[in-house]
């Protein structure tokens, strides 16, 4: 779905553009107004340094991807005017690869018809089981995908006398940021070292973290607000009209993962041995489509002291 916004006017104090949405796959602002706007992720703009992300002049425009178009979006201009922004947002997926499996209702039907084609299964099966199996392929894929479809941000994470709660669904911790300047990395050492670590309630910024349960502890212990870069777990499936990234983008990992669930239960060692191994090389081909698009970036480099 692509909606587009023409009704924000431009102002000297930060305005709310969108709220944060994580279906949302793309965001384009184009500045409509003469003075300059300043576009900050997250938080509140300021047209100070640091108290904006990016900045645009009159006719340009700037293009959001995920992770970034999933976060909220403030602008504020370098002087009231008579203009604004126009945005233009799409919730669309960026790929639907099977338009016949694309929600929860329609992924229960296309499993209950590939356990038993051409006939009708009992009532408890398709009501409670067939939601089983797709609970359990999602477990299963919260703990073995690490892809980038799964990248989320907490920008202003609040952290309250050295401690702060581990956000809902993080499956990998890839980074944490001070939110103010010089906006620098705050470094993981493992939970004994930490507690090692002497006594400190002052400071301006946090400068190592542990994690403990669902805890982020901060040394020093300081109140203030880190930027968190991680991993997301999926969305669950829960009423028909339902659908995340993932079904969206590979329903066959959907409609594998649950048969192959199916299979297990309704003792069939034969479908397992059919359904599983297909089951494997889907979940093997996403990692390796990650593989592909960043590719680049797994080129082995030489070291100063190489030598031919």
């Known amino acids: 779905m692509t909606t587009t916004i023409t009704s924000v006017s431009s102002a000297a104090s930060s305005q709310l553009l ?3 949405d994580s279906t949302r796959t793309s965001v384009t602002l184009e500045n409509t107004d003469v003075n300059a706007m300043y576009v900050s992720l997250g938080s509140a703009a300021t047209t100070s340094i640091g108290g904006y992300t990016f900045s645009r002049n009159y006719s340009a425009s700037a293009t959001l991807t995920p992770p970034e178009s999933y976060q909220a979006i403030y602008a504020i201009w370098s002087a009231d005017g008579s203009g604004g ?22 992924l229960k039907t296309a499993v209950a018809a590939w356990l038993k084609p051409n006939t009708s299964l009992p009532s408890d099966e398709t009501t409670s089981r067939i939601p089983e199996y797709i609970a359990l392929f999602e477990a299963e894929a919260n703990r073995v995908l690490r892809v980038r479809d799964m990248d989320a941000q907490e920008t202003s994470l609040t952290v309250t006398s050295g401690a702060a709660t581990r956000p809902t669904g993080l499956r990998r911790l890839e980074a944490l ?4 300047y010089p906006y620098s990395d705050i470094t993981y050492i493992p939970a004994d070292v930490f507690d090692g670590l002497y006594p400190n309630t002052s400071g301006t910024d946090a ?6 349960g669902s805890t982020l502890y901060f040394w020093p212990a300081i109140t203030t607000s880190v930027s968190l870069t991680h991993k997301r777990g999926l969305t669950a499936l829960t009423n028909d009209s339902d659908y995340n990234w993932l079904l969206r983008k590979h329903p066959d990992a959907y409609l594998y993962g649950a048969l192959v669930n199916a299979d297990r239960r309704l003792i069939d060692p034969e479908r397992v041995g059919l359904v599983e191994p297909r089951y494997e090389r889907i979940m093997m081909q996403i990692r390796q489509e990650e593989a592909f698009i960043i590719g680049h970036g797994l080129r082995p480099m030489p070291s100063a002291g190489f030598v031919a």
């Open 18 to 20: 969108l709220a944060a």
């Open 177 to 180: 940021k001070n939110t103010v």
């Open 207 to 212: 400068q190592y973290y542990t994690l403990k």
């Open 85 to 106: 922004v126009t945005i233009t947002a799409i919730t669309d997926p960026v790929a639907d690869d099977n338009g016949a499996i694309s929600t929860y209702g329609e």
